[in-house]
């Protein structure tokens, strides 16, 4: 007997074309009603709520009052709720984000009780990552239920054996890179298949006969499952009465109002021996190309690169910081304030958030949340800092009057090579702004002569390093038991170079004042000849303003690195649509203007700057065509004929040491519905690339399939793509830029910088006058080469790494304490494992790690922690019994560890 099962939720879109509280104040009213159905209606049985516990929070923001209702509503299994909590973005949040998202909403569920829903749920996530399968496995969960990326059958919903994209079935096996699986199931018909059935028997039929059919034609099994409801779509409250009706209409099918885990237990008895099996990553690589919405990567490019400054800040610099200190001294972790960083952040995360597919009003609240995330990661870092600098046994390093110790940090997990510019107080003066004068204070500071430094290290060795300049400012305390302290200060700002700092480390300096007329000795510069050169590398700047870059290593020389491209966009927030028949205008074909801005020994930059011409938008027909909401591929809107200047200033630096060249670019955007991007030319003929995603690097094919219509190919990265043949291989890295493309050889590397469109893009018209992005953008880059070895290849991978975070600096004083001046808290000696957190325990106070495997290989070396065994965890972090002495990875393998104290 064929049985269908109708599972009752809305898909609950927090913001989109309306902004937050638009959406929050409707899901009021739905929980309300469904609070009332529950009541009146004994035969309603359960409502999902869309796989994402934050719906909870949300609703009792508004009605506290209603706390024990939801809690029966759930201890009864009526309100399903987990097992996340927020339905992310799979690509655009970083690892760790994903892994939290995991995390926290099993902990929301679990402290609502034990009704979790047992389904990882991306219904509408654009998109699937590759190691979905074995993230799932890790929180328990072996069902994935997804809306998008693959296709269940070909063109007219025929299928055939050639198309190697075809599912047979809606139902199938998903298999990660690790070899992990998950039962998959798409909603082939998509997630509002069983919206507002009729109750009327003749329009219940009409409605039935269709569905039932569409159903069936992708369904393995006799087990259908209808979903009741759509994106924000009130309860409907006669369901009762609609199934009553389809079961007298069809007495051979029992209609069920079901939830999804009676429904994925009946399948599972019911599923044929053999099912179709996907691998990877869903991405509806096999398609026409239209539908793959990986263009909302470049759009809004700012709030990327806000989402990648917190994730970082939160991950990267305020967790190690906290963990650190937490064993080190006795701060207390701040496990609650960290989660509220976290929840903030994730809020960003939705689909129609990060992907910025949404109106202007959601991107104006996202950089609120970013910012309230940002500024409780650095109360929290700035809190263990505080601890950490009180125990430094700074006094182990010999000083005289005067000098003044400074610790640099690489909280970051990869060894990291680079000039930081540390502002170090070399004079205080406290002050009480109700009786002193500031101002004189300020003045006899400021007259007050500034002696030249020197910086040593703690082995009493000169290192590279520069003063720029000095400076007085006005500064505060704020004492754990005291009021206020107000201070002006004299600071001096140092650059120094620190090379190959390893991985959560950190290292004590001192400034040393030098005799007034000592000669700061400069050494050979490294720029000469027109040539900024360093050990590894050696930069000649083209008369086009294109670098032409040797490789040392390899000798291999790398031309025409860095041309920009603009071309015209009449597509949308989701889709870059270039208008017909147009051409690129390319940077190289405009005088440009070369300018050593640093030369010394250890740092080199080369200003270029370039005035491109371009036009100022579309012509007139794009906003018509907008407002009559035609389809982007039949639009005909030509680029305007009036140009305007595009003004692009670009940096290039390269430090001793270092094997990367950093890239920052800063334009003033006047212009309108364009996109600006970045072309690296690798000179290399390749089948496929490799790109940082999440826990993998994947490998990608440079061509698409034989379905595919879309001129474009984008693709999505978090911090680096990756061209290699056998011999040489380049490495492009970027700060927030997550949309590249490589064309079909593997010879070039394109990262938009810039995508300015007027309209958001789905299913009606809502202009989006903010995602022009007018005004001034500075985006970073960078460049690196590597020989055959793969060593020398993941080096430039962590180099990417290292370039998103950024070295902290205590101003330390001299005093004696229990953590030495160099140390570092993690020991990794093998550049094949990549580790994303470094944490306490969520309701426990042992070390979590978190580390994946970058190869496709088992990790040839583990890593320790020094005084600490290792356990094997999970993403829940829950502790197993089995130690893990030696933390060698399986290919592709993610391990968390839970460390506990020798
Ligand atoms: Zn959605």
Redesign the pocket.
Known sequence: MKRVYIVPHS???RE?YMPFEQHHMRLIELIDNLIKLFKTDPEYKYFHLDGQTIILDDYLQVRPENREIIQNLINQGKLQIGPFYI?QDAFLTSSESNARDMLIGHRDSKSWGKHMVHVGYF??TFGNMGQAPQMLKQVGLDTAMFGRGVKPTGFSNSTSPEDNFSTEFSEMKWVGPDNSSVLGILFANWYDNGKEIPTDPIKAKAFWDKKLTDAEKSASTDDLLFLNGS?HEPVQMDLSKAIRTANELYPDIEFIHGNYDMYIEQLKKDLPKKIDEIDGELTSQETNGWTTLANTASNRIYLKQWNTKVSKQLENIAEPLATIASQKTDFEYPHDQLRYAWKWLMQNH???SICACSVDDVADEMITRFKKSNQVGKFVADAALNKIKGQLNTNKIPHNLGEIPFTVFNTGTSNKTGTVIAEIPIKKIKFNPNKDSSEKIYQALKNENTPKYTVYDDQNKTIPAEVLDSKVKFNFDLPKDKFRRAYIEKVIHVKILMENMKPVSWKTFKLVPLNIDSKVLQKNSMIHDGILENEFLAIKFSKNGTLSVTDKQTGHLFKDQLCYEDTGDLGNEYVYRAPKNSRPIFSSDFPNKIVIKENNSFVGKVEIKVKMRIPVSMNKKLKEEQEEHLDYRLRTAQRSGRFTDFTIQTEVTLEKGSRRIGIRTSFDNNSMDHRVRALFSTGLQTKEHYADSIFEVVKRPNSVSDKWKNPENPQHTHSFVNVHDKKVGVTISNFGLNEYEVDNTGKQIAITLLRSIGEMGDWGYFPTPGAQCLGQSVVDLGIAFHGSNEESRLQTFHDAFAAQVPFTIIKDEWNDGKIETSGCFVNVPSKEIKITAIKLQEDGNNVITRQYNLTNHESHKGFVIGGYVPYKSNILEKQFDRETANLKLQPYEIHTSVWRKK
Request: aromatic content about 18%; overall charge negative.
């Open positions: 898909h609950w879109d989109w339905l219904p509408d994106d939705p689909h129609d």
